[in-house]
């Protein structure tokens, strides 16, 4: 049993501490493009990859951060067949969490998926977006083709809308502390991972609430142009009145979600 918690605990830390470094660079790239209008174009894991891929030892960095990736897929698969969360299966809420945890999976592999192509590729830097438009129009833009691609764009941004609204719960509430190992982390180290953790949160909540509004909007309008990702996300919050102020503040937050996710590499219950 304890062979087997070790293993759990392993793949779990090697898995948040991915998530460290994906979107602690991520929110690097959102401050700066507070200066430069242009490097909004880097906040994607695309850029983030091919970053790391061109820094000294570069491919080695990007290897070990695609292998906690998958790692991060692995956990959360075993999350959901293993049940590790005690979630009651008697209960709806519970249910849609097991399934949750099981998607979530699926596209954290896709990203360890993006970044293996990145550290193949030895022009990846120059193909990110050649196919024309984000991802979010793309996907859009396939499914708006099906008799019920309408409704799949708009159970989609239902989906990411929910998913929006449970980031701010998480925010306010400060529920995720209940994750952690309430014996180790505690003192000065339970007060920062609550105040970095619901700053994360809500930062990730804005996003996603742009993002699944972009989509059912999509649907609505029937039009694949509408939706969009994380760019499209700081581009509306740039347009908006204090644009540029709320732009940093969306770095910050998910710099603070990469170090949040940094205390549940190290203290996380698995």
Same mark, same amino acid.
């Given at each position: 049993m304890r062979d087997t918690s070790n293993w759990l605990s392993a793949i779990a830390s090697a898995g948040y501490s991915a998530k460290t470094i994906m979107y602690s660079m991520l929110g $690097?790239? @959102?401050? /700066? /493009? $507070? @200066? +430069? *209008? *242009?490097?909004?174009? =880097?906040a994607t894991q695309e850029n983030v990859f091919s970053t790391l891929k061109s820094q000294p030892f570069g491919q080695v960095l990007l290897a070990i951060l695609i292998a906690g990736l998958v790692s991060y897929a692995l956990w959360r698969w075993l999350q959901s067949i293993l049940n590790t969360e005690s979630l009651d299966? +008697? =209960? *709806? =809420?519970d249910i849609i969490m097991r399934v949750f945890l099981f998607v979530s999976g699926i596209f954290y592999f896709g990203a360890a998926f993006l970044g293996a192509k990145v550290l193949i590729d030895s022009n990846s830097g120059s193909s990110s977006n050649s196919g024309g438009g984000s991802k979010g129009e793309q996907v859009s833009h396939q499914l708006l083709q099906y008799q019920w691609g309408t409704y799949l764009v708009a159970a989609i941004g239902a989906g990411v809308l929910i998913f929006a609204f449970m980031q701010f719960k998480h925010a306010y509430k400060a529920d995720f502390l209940k994750k952690f190992e309430q014996a180790k982390l505690t003192g000065h180290k339970q007060k920062t991972t609550k105040v970095v953790g619901r700053l994360g949160y809500f930062a990730r909540g804005v996003v996603y609430l742009l993002v699944g509004s972009f989509f059912v909007i999509s649907a609505v309008k029937n039009d694949p142009s509408e939706a969009g990702g994380l760019q499209q996300a700081l581009q509306t919050l740039t347009q908006q009145a204090f644009g540029l102020y709320m732009l940093a503040a969306m770095g910050v937050g998910f710099i603070m979600f990469g170090v949040y996710c940094g205390f549940e590499a190290r203290y996380r219950r698995t």
């Open positions: $690097v790239f @959102i401050l /700066s /493009s $507070v @200066i +430069t *209008a *242009a490097d909004r174009e =880097k299966m +008697t =209960k *709806a =809420k």
